[in-house]
């Protein structure tokens, strides 16, 4: 059974830092396309950045409002995605979600599982 649970949410400000988890089970991250989403009150769910390695090849997909400012890795011992985020900003408040066996694109509908989320909040 496919599971994903984050971690790693909570309340920084302006220009802080943090760094969220998703531990994964029931499969392997190994050549499955995972991402971090995120939503807004009111607001659509956003695709932040996306991540696969498999056969000796990595790819990467950003949002361009968070490009250079994120950074998504993944473990695979750990078999848990992580999403690095510096020089935060208060639009950059949400619940953020991590996703697995995806396309790589950053529709939302393009993935098959999904966590529960963790919250993000940057005070303006």
């Known amino acids: 059974r496919v599971q994903l649970a984050e971690s790693g949410g909570g309340s920084v400000q302006p220009g802080g830092s943090l760094r969220l988890s998703c531990a994964a089970s029931?499969?392997?991250?190994?050549?499955?396309?995972m991402a971090w989403f995120r939503q807004a009150p009111g607001k659509e769910r956003e695709g932040v950045a996306a991540i696969r390695f498999g056969g000796g090849a990595k790819y990467y997909h950003y949002a361009g409002s968070v490009k250079g400012r994120f950074t998504i890795s993944l473990d695979s011992a750990e078999n848990t995605l992580y999403l690095e985020m510096n020089n935060l900003k208060p639009e950059d408040t949400a619940m953020y979600y991590c996703?697995?066996?995806?396309?790589?694109?950053?529709?939302?509908?393009?993935?098959?599982?999904w966590g529960q989320g963790t919250q993000v909040t940057v005070p303006s």
């Open positions: 029931g499969f392997s991250l190994d050549d499955n396309c």
């Open positions: 996703a697995s066996h995806g396309n790589c694109d950053l529709e939302a509908a393009g993935y098959s599982y």
